[in-house]
């Protein structure tokens, strides 16, 4: 079996989609997840998913308290805590305008 490469990963937006898929590669991978909603980012780092997608056991299982060189995840609000990552990948909301067109703001933002 060969070795996973010691990628680090961001996952921006914690959300429906995103904090899942930060648990899942937390599991093998050294992630951080980003969302601009500190109080999110509290209630996970304790061990809550404010839209209860993830178990806390589960959440908890794969969280660290530092952002370091260790397989798992760690979560902030803030944005440099995310530089020097090898991918990222963008969880946010595209809302749909009213004539059906995506909004495509919070990706610009």
């Known amino acids: 079996m060969s070795e996973i490469p010691p ?19 937390a599991e093998k991978y050294k992630v951080t997840g980003f969302d601009i909603n500190p109080k ?10 404010p839209n209860l997608e993830v178990e806390s056991g589960a959440l908890l299982s794969v969280l660290k308290k530092e952002n370091n060189s260790q ?32 909004d495509g703001s919070l990706l610009r933002s």
């Open 7 to 25: 990628y680090k990963i961001a996952v921006i937006g914690l959300g429906y989609v995103g904090l899942p898929l930060a648990c899942l590669m």
């Open 40 to 49: 999110r980012v509290a209630h996970i780092c304790a061990g809550q998913d």
């Open 71 to 102: 397989i798992g995840l760690f979560c902030s609000a803030k944005a440099f805590d995310i530089k020097g990552v090898v991918i990222y990948i963008v969880c946010v909301r595209t809302p749909v305008g009213g004539h059906n067109e995506q």
